[in-house]
Every structure is written in structure tokens, then in C-alpha cells.
């Protein structure tokens, strides 16, 4: 069984500074990690995904898979970062294509 | 660029009622798959399908829910009596293919059973 788990449920930063949210998985297997965002009142969308190695609008994520973590990062937040960040996990084995989410952590950025 | 709509926005039915939640995937897209989100709770995956058939489900998924295409364009999940622990958000999503496409997601059905 896979788990995602966001310690943070709660992140607010000036605008500026550095941002990090946590994420832990657990799987025995290869997974695939994602980063989802919900901007208020819009549908949950891709941030980026381990796969791509992109830097989506200044963000970028790392799989470390010693420990199990794929944190999302960001060296100068802004205001319109402020939103609800979803780490999600898929199995790279499986053609199902399931995805477990973590709790998600709501970023705020302060002016 | 191409969305994934989903109506109602909003439903509101009596426990034991049955609904059914509507989705107009993404036209190219061949997966397709139902999340819900109880309020305060993480997004859970409830099923996938492909080919005119379910290809995963959940332990949620149990009899009371089914999933149909019943043209070329609709995505349902309907459930047939519905339980207050079944208010909750409603997300459908698709991709073009499977195993580990990005999917996208619509804007969701708030399901609220009184």
C-alpha cells in the first residue's frame, strides 16, 4: 500500500523569503511524485512531476529516495503562490494509474 | 485549452436518495477516474476506467457506487442510496493514457445528503 503524508498543514511566509512543504511517502515499490496545486475557487492542476525535472513557476522539487521525501521548494515566494499544495504519489508498475494524495499543506504568502 | 467539466456544481439530497454525478472528460483522453474529498480529509481515489470498464477501484467503491460512459462524451458515477457519509467533494479527472499520465482534474460536485 502507498501513503503521502504532508506534516505541515499550514505555511506562512512573507513574501520573498524561501518556501519549503514537506512530503514523505511510503511504497515498496517505484513510485512516480507529483506536486498538484488548487488556486482559490479554481481545479486542482499539475504543478510539475518528478519525471519532467521542470521548474514550474520558480519551483522545483527533488525525489530523494533514501528518505522517501520529494519536498517542493521555492527561493522567493510570492503572493500568487498563495494556495493548497497536493504531494501525490502514483506506482510506476501499475497501469491503473491511481493516485494517493497527502493531506495537503496551505501555503499563505503575506505582502 | 481542453477542460474537464463536471455538473452539478452543488447537489443536495435525502439520505437514501440516488444521485448521479456528471463529467464531459477531456475528448482525446482514454482514462478516467472518480476522487472524492470528505471536508477537512485528504483527496481519495474511489476508481479508474478504461475501455468501458473499471481497472482499479477502491475500498470505497463498494455496491452502492457504479460508474458508466454511457455515450462517447458523458463520464457518471452514480450512487444508489446515498448515506450522510457520502456528503463530500466529488472529483472526476482523465488522461490520455494510463500509467502515470498526468491527469486532470474538473471543478468538482459538492455532494451534501441531509
Known amino acids: 500500500a502507498q501513503r503521502v503524508t504532508q506534516p505541515e498543514k499550514l505555511l506562512s511566509v512573507f513574501k520573498g523569503a524561501p518556501v519549503e512543504l514537506k512530503c514523505n511517502y511510503s511504497y515498496s515499490g517505484s513510485p512516480e511524485l507529483f506536486w498538484y496545486v488548487q488556486y482559490s475557487r479554481q481545479r486542482l492542476q499539475l504543478l510539475l512531476r518528478h519525471i519532467s525535472r521542470e521548474s514550474i513557476k520558480g519551483f522545483t522539487a527533488d525525489l530523494n529516495k533514501g528518505e522517501t521525501s520529494f519536498h517542493l521548494k521555492k527561493p522567493f515566494a510570492q503572493e500568487e503562490d498563495s494556495a493548497m499544495y497536493y504531494c501525490?504519489?502514483?506506482?510506476?508498475?501499475?497501469?491503473?494509474?491511481?493516485?494517493?494524495f497527502g493531506g495537503g499543506t496551505r501555503v499563505l504568502v503575506k505582502p | 485549452e481542453p477542460e474537464v467539466t463536471q455538473t452539478p456544481s452543488h447537489q443536495v439530497t435525502q439520505m437514501g436518495q440516488e444521485v448521479i454525478l456528471r463529467c464531459v472528460p477531456i475528448?482525446?483522453?482514454?482514462?478516467f477516474y472518480w476522487y472524492r474529498q470528505i471536508l477537512g480529509q485528504k483527496v481519495e481515489f474511489l476508481v479508474s476506467f478504461y475501455n468501458n470498464e473499471i481497472s482499479e477501484k477502491s475500498e470505497i467503491f463498494d455496491d452502492q457506487f457504479s460508474v458508466e460512459r454511457p455515450d462517447g462524451s458523458n463520464f457518471t458515477l452514480k450512487i444508489r442510496s446515498t448515506k450522510l457519509e457520502d456528503s463530500a467533494m466529488y472529483f472526476c479527472a482523465s488522461s490520455m493514457t494510463g500509467s502515470t499520465d498526468t491527469q486532470y482534474f474538473g471543478p468538482g460536485t459538492r455532494l451534501t445528503v441531509l
Open positions: 475528448s482525446n483522453h482514454l482514462y
Open positions: 501525490a504519489l502514483s506506482p510506476l508498475e501499475a497501469a491503473g494509474n491511481k493516485l494517493t
